[in-house]
Every structure is written in C-alpha cells, then in structure tokens.
T-cell receptor, first 114, second 111 residues
Framework: ETGVTQTPRHLVMGMTNKKSLKCEQHLGHNAMYWYKQSAKKPLELMFVYNFKEQTENNSVPSRFSPECPNSSHLFLHLHTLQPEDSALYLC?????????????FGNGTRLTVT | ELKVEQNPLFLSMQEGKNYTIYCNYSTTSDRLYWYRQDPGKSLESLFVLLSNGAVKQEGRLMASLDTKARLSTLHITAAVHDLSATYFCAVGEDSSYKLIFGSGTRLLVRP
C-alpha cells in the first residue's frame, strides 16, 4: 500500500460512545496532521505531530484526543461528541525536515454523531 | 493570526472560457499551495509556490504568487468539464507546520 490510509471510511456514533479514527502513512513522512472539514467552514487544522511530538493543538476540545505512537501512525480518539462534531476528518502527512513540502491527504473518515 | 480568503466561492463557467480564482492572505508567509478536491474524494496537491513571482503551470491551470500583495491566483485557460471540482488555496504560517486553508472555490464547467 502507498499513500495515506484512513479507517474507517464512515462512522456513526452516539454522543456517549467512544471510538477511534486511524491513519497510516507509507510515504516515509514524519509530520502528520488532523484536519476537520465541515460543510459550512473551511478546513480546520486540529493537531500536528512532528517526529511523534505534538507541535500544534488548535484549541481543540478535549473530547478529541490525538495519539501518535510512531511516525507512520496517527489516531484520533473520540468520546462524548456533540452533533456539531459531525464532519469529514482528514489525516495528512508531509515530508520530514521541511516546512515546504505539500501535505498528502488520506480519503477521510465521514463521522456522523447522533 | 493568519487568515486566508478565496474568491469567488462558487464559479460556473462554460467550456472553453478563461477565468481566475483569487487567494488573499493576511500575514507574511513563505509558502502557498493549491489543492483540488473532487466530490467525495480527498485533496490532491496541484501546486507549491515558494517565492515572490513564482509561476507554475500544469495543463490548463496556472498558479502565481505575489508575496508583496499577499495574493495568489489560479488561472484556468479554455476550461473543460474535467476541471469541475473544488479548489483550495492553503498558506503556511512562517516557520511552522501550520497550514491554513481558504474556504474553497467550487468550480462547475458547463458544456
């Protein structure tokens, strides 16, 4: 497999559930990102990890909890979400050691909170 | 705080016509990107612009960057239906991994 792979593709969860989104990249990148794409807003940066260390947390509510165990894997743990959290969650990665390389995105997880 | 504005947000154009999408940003930046997103799909990188006056071309699309005006343009030449998609510009915050996206321009090319 190549590129950035996200699972699951679709997820429906109740407000009291706990679930996790998974992202895996096979590009040799060391920076990984979570973005949220809602219907009525621009893509919103949530978290950035560089060499497994979190470098950005864009004031994301604590009901979203990221985890980056190594440079190839990124998780987003979800608990007690709200209906307004329904969105497409996109994972991305970029080349190590440079700010200039473009982000490579996965296909996203379409999340619906009921 | 870095803000990125795109216009227009929606563009319906006829095949064969030319048009330009604009991307303005509010603070200095050392890099700007253009992405394409097809419905139900992920974002695909089109262009990376790293310096003032940079111009990149791929097929019927040409992107340019004016860092002094904090403006990038994506010019479409002789549009074809296959170009129908949403186009995003994204601007990098200086010395940071943060990439801020515009709202996107939904382009519809009509026969």
């Amino acid at each position: 497999e190549t590129g950035v792979t996200q699972t699951p593709r679709h997820l429906v969860m109740g407000m009291t559930n706990k679930k996790s989104l998974k992202c895996e990249q096979h590009l040799g990148h060391n920076a990984m990102y979570w973005y949220k794409q809602s219907a009525k807003k621009p893509l919103e940066l949530m978290f950035v990890y560089n060499f497994k260390e979190q470098t950005e947390n864009n004031s994301v509510p604590s009901r979203f909890s990221p985890e980056c165990p190594n440079s190839s894997h990124l998780f987003l743990h979800l608990h007690t979400l709200q209906p307004e959290d329904s969105a497409l969650y996109l994972c991305a990665s970029s080349h190590p050691g440079t700010f200039n390389s473009p982000l490579h995105f996965g296909n996203g997880t379409r999340l619906t909170v009921t | 705080e870095l803000k990125v504005e795109q216009n227009p947000l929606f563009l319906s154009m006829q095949e064969g016509k030319n048009y330009t999408i604009y991307c303005n940003y509010s603070t200095t930046s050392d890099r700007l990107y253009w992405y394409r997103q097809d419905p139900g799909k992920s974002l695909e990188s089109l262009f990376v612009l790293l310096s003032n006056g940079a111009v990149k071309q791929e097929g019927r699309l040409m992107a340019s960057l004016d860092t002094k005006a904090r403006l990038s343009t994506l010019h479409i030449t002789a549009a074809v239906h296959d170009l129908s998609a949403t186009y995003f510009c994204a601007v990098g915050e200086d010395s940071s991994y943060k990439l801020i996206f515009g709202s996107g321009t939904r382009l519809l090319v009509r026969p």
